[in-house]
């Protein structure tokens, strides 16, 4: 697992340590890790540090300290360090030592200014140290240009080995929103912990790959701001029959998707719902589209009664959905009732109505991309649920402040789906995954996901601690939430299993498949 803080997490576990004088050295230990970590990149990338040209861009801060530190370090080494000051001010005892290792120091607002550009193209490679968590908003002024003169004149494909101290400077640490430009870093090296904004989008596309160097403060860290499960997680997590399991222990899962326009989202998500391991899986539809379901999916049982007529331990509602009478009535009992549910597509505008009606039932868990997220917020606005939505574009620049507010609002856990996929329940617990190929951008993928995860859903609905082994925040409610990360992480393991390319929702169940027979 993967576990993330803020900023102030972070700050406020250095306190004891800084208050006894040690900040010095919790700097020294973090310039350090960051160092180690340039030196494998410059030698991956030319065999040795000594000789290597490493542009270090300082910021007036902290994060500037640690980049002049690292520098110090590889010039020690025999590296040929510049350091760029930003600002009006550099960290003083990291730029003595700098200069002391044999270091330079250029200030961007001097005479040599105007060559920073160069230098930082022509270099092997460049540490961003110029803003961490002491940031307000992104780059300025100066930095900015410099910054955005280097974007300009990177070849396609090469340039300078960018690590980043901390987090890419311009990217939000606590919430991962980009601020102006921004050098896109190959690394980026935290400490203490991973700072939450590398894990949540659009800032994580920024940060490369993500190192984390161990301060000696992490015993004092609260619970994480956020969480990410890793393929162990899932090996760990992923509900499995026992001996004495029979189909209705395991959990069943009602689908109420398709529709005679859309007949073919009920096959993929009954279909998906079949792969990953339901114990048995109903559908509820019109005649033609449950004769197809019958055809493509022999182990479904189809049926068109009223949810309200058949015991199911989680519903999966909404794909395919729309403009059938009988489909939005079934859908209503459902978001009403009390069994969990996955709530997708043609159910998402229900699902806003009941939530302002305060009618919407426990354990539901939304599954909007961007552009429904922005329309179930303005549904919400316009029923008085919430004070402001904003756009699409909006939803896409602060991802997780958006499926929180949606969550806080509705009482739903919100699986915001992206090329990384944002799962916030109201009590504020937060999950992003990863773990997706871009080819998952197809029709007919969510509505496999939704199948995924109508199985760990009915799985769990009866067992509140059903993810108990991951800890006791995985408990309770937040269990539907952890349901939804598993099916999202195992839905994108499978769209990268047998390498990248194109990966129809059909076979995207049986890689499911696949994925947790490897992982049993
Ligand atoms: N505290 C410790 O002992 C450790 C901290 N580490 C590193 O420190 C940074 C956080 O440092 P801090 O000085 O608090 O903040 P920053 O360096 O991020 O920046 C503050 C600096 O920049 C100015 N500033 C703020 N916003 C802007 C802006 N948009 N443009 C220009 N300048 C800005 C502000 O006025 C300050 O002067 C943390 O990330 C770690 O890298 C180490 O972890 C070691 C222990
Ligand atoms: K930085």
Not at 86 to 103: F, Y
Not at 477 to 500: D, I, M, P, T, Y
Request: proline letters at 7%; a negative charge; one cysteine or more.
């Amino acid at each position: 697992m993967i576990e993330a803080h803020t900023g102030a997490q972070v700050r406020a576990a250095e306190t004891p340590f800084l208050e006894r004088g040690d900040g010095p050295a919790l700097m020294r230990r973090a310039a350090h890790g960051l160092a180690l970590a340039c030196s494998r990149r410059l030698r991956e990338r030319r065999g040795k540090v000594a000789g290597a040209r490493v542009v270090v861009l300082a910021g007036t801060g902290n994060n500037g300290g640690d980049g002049l530190w690292a520098g110090a370090e590889l010039a020690r080494r025999g590296a040929a360090v510049l350091a760029v000051a930003t600002g009006d001010r550099l960290h003083p005892e990291g730029e003595a030592a700098l200069r002391a290792a044999g270091g330079r120091v250029l200030s961007l607002g001097g005479p040599e200014g105007a060559g920073a550009a160069g230098r930082v193209l022509a270099a092997d490679l460049v540490v961003d140290a110029v803003l961490g968590t002491g940031a307000r908003g992104g780059l300025r002024g100066a930095a900015a240009a410099l910054v955005q003169e280097v974007l300009d004149g990177l070849p396609d494909g090469a340039g300078p080995e960018v690590v980043a101290c901390d987090v890419p400077s311009g990217v939000g640490a606590d919430t991962g929103a980009v601020h102006g430009p921004v050098l896109p870093a190959g690394t980026t090296v935290s400490f203490g912990s991973a700072k939450a904004g590398l894990l949540l989008p659009p800032g994580e596309a920024l940060c490369g790959r993500a190192v984390t160097v161990p301060l000696g403060l992490e015993p004092a860290l609260p619970a994480p701001a956020l969480r990410r499960l890793e393929p162990e997680d899932v090996a760990a997590l992923w509900p499995r029959p026992g001996a004495g399991s029979h189909k209705y222990s395991r959990g069943v899962v009602g689908v109420v998707a398709g529709s005679a326009t859309y007949p073919g989202a009920a096959l993929m998500c009954t279909r998906a719902a079949v792969d990953a391991g339901a114990g048995m899986v109903r559908h509820l539809g019109d005649p033609e589209t449950r004769r197809l379901v019958c055809l493509t999916s022999p182990e479904v049982v189809a049926s068109e009664d009223h949810p309200t007529e058949v015991h199911v331990q989680a519903w999966v509602v909404g794909p395919g959905a729309v403009g059938d009478p009988a489909q939005e009535s079934r859908i209503d009992a459902v978001l009403t009732g009390a069994v969990p549910a996955v709530v997708d597509a043609g159910a998402l505008g229900a699902a806003a109505r009941a939530a302002a009606d305060g009618a919407l039932g426990p354990g539901k868990v939304l599954t909007p991309h961007a552009g429904e997220l922005a329309q179930v917020l303005a549904w919400l606005a316009a029923l008085g649920v919430l004070e402001e939505a904003p756009e699409r574009e909006g939803v896409e620049a602060e991802p997780a402040r958006w499926a929180a507010a949606a969550a806080a609002a509705t009482g739903a856990v919100v699986v915001l789906k992206g090329a990384t996929t944002v799962v916030a329940a109201p009590g504020g617990l937060l999950l992003t995954q990863a773990d997706g190929s871009p080819w998952l951008a197809t029709a007919g993928s969510g509505d496999t996901l939704a199948g995924v995860m109508g199985a760990v859903l009915a799985a769990c609905a009866e067992h509140p601690d059903a993810f108990a082994a991951a800890g006791s925040w995985a408990r309770g409610e937040n269990r539907f939430a952890v349901a939804a990360a598993l099916a999202v992480a195992v839905h994108g393991q499978a769209s990268r299993l047998g390498g990248l390319g194109p990966v129809p929702p059909t076979v995207l169940a049986q890689r499911v498949r696949d994925v947790l027979r490897a992982r049993a």
